[in-house]
């Protein structure tokens, strides 16, 4: 398959882990392996890179793509929340970066047949590793309606929750709901037709919710932040990119936690509890595309990066 992938933040990431020739980096969503070919660049002979996703076609993909570089190179089936095994079956105890960056692949979104958009006709999918139990479709056809209802309004902050819940239940009592395109239309004839199109697709919402709901992926995020910290040597850093503000509200106040972890009063007058700071926040406020950026690559305008240093 052929697809177009421009990576994200590209420069930003990657200059902001401050590459040593000889050090040992982690893209744990290696996707197209932009951020990935960018680390192997400023490595050398003695740098290694290990490269994780769950997706058979972007490990094949990034094989390809790095084959020429001189340094190291493991690329690993695997979700990026056991960053802990995947070190310890390469026998590595310490890395000096580790990249995030979180939601969907291009080519994930560009083929019809994994189900991920709502523009493209294709089987109600959304699993970004292929051998997982549950797929869309489940979701859609088999959830309760209380359960359904809760993941569109907590994931998909999506207001028409119940309307939309309503429609797929009348739905799915006559026939299973089977492709994206039958979904996305049964989402924008639920929706108010004064607000169908008023910002986006009706359907955006509803979507990333059940993309979310497969693939766990709020679930694991601060497990996988406090892994990615614990690998860290002293100075190295992590880096977070986030498509949406539920993403970017877990990083945001998991890495506040962690770089102020005190819960004395504030009147005490010194620090009696004894947890001391595990990271510094590199930014203080996230990192946006430029608007040029936004310009090329339209599904850069809501990324946010945000960079720590562990201490």
Known sequence: MEFSHVTVLLKETVDALNIKPDGIYVDGTLGGGGHSERICQSLGKDGVLIGIDQDD????????????????????????????????????????????????????????????????????????????????????????????????????????????????????????????????????????????????HPARKSFQAIRLEVNHELDILEKAFGAGIEALKPGGRLGVITFHSLEDRIAKNFFREQANPCTCPPDFPKCVCGKTPRIKLVTRKPLAPSPEEVACNRRARSAKLRVVEKI
């Not at 056991?82 to 960056?101: F, H, K, R, T």
């Not at 993941?151 to 299973?176: F, K, S, W």
Request: glycine content about 4%; hydrophobic content about 40%; charged content about 30%.
């Open 57 to 200: 076609f972007a490990l094949d993909y990034a094989a390809k793509r790095l084959a020429p570089y001189t340094c190291t190179k493991h690329l690993v089936k695997n979700n990026f929340v056991n960053l802990e095994a995947v070190l310890q079956s390469l026998d590595i105890s310490a890395i000096d970066g580790i990249i995030y960056d979180l939601g969907v692949s291009s080519f994930q979104f560009d083929d019809e047949r994994r189900g991920f958009s709502y523009h493209n006709d294709g089987p109600l999918d959304m699993r970004m590793n292929q051998s997982a139990a549950l797929s869309a479709y489940e979701v859609v056809n088999d959830y309760p309606p209380e359960k359904l209802k809760k993941i569109l309004q907590v994931y998909g902050e999506e207001r028409h929750a119940a309307r939309i819940v309503a429609a797929i239940l009348r739905h799915r009592e006559e026939r299973p709901i089977e492709t994206t395109l039958a979904l996305a239309e049964i989402i924008k004839e639920a929706y108010p037709a004064k607000e169908r199109f008023k910002e986006k």
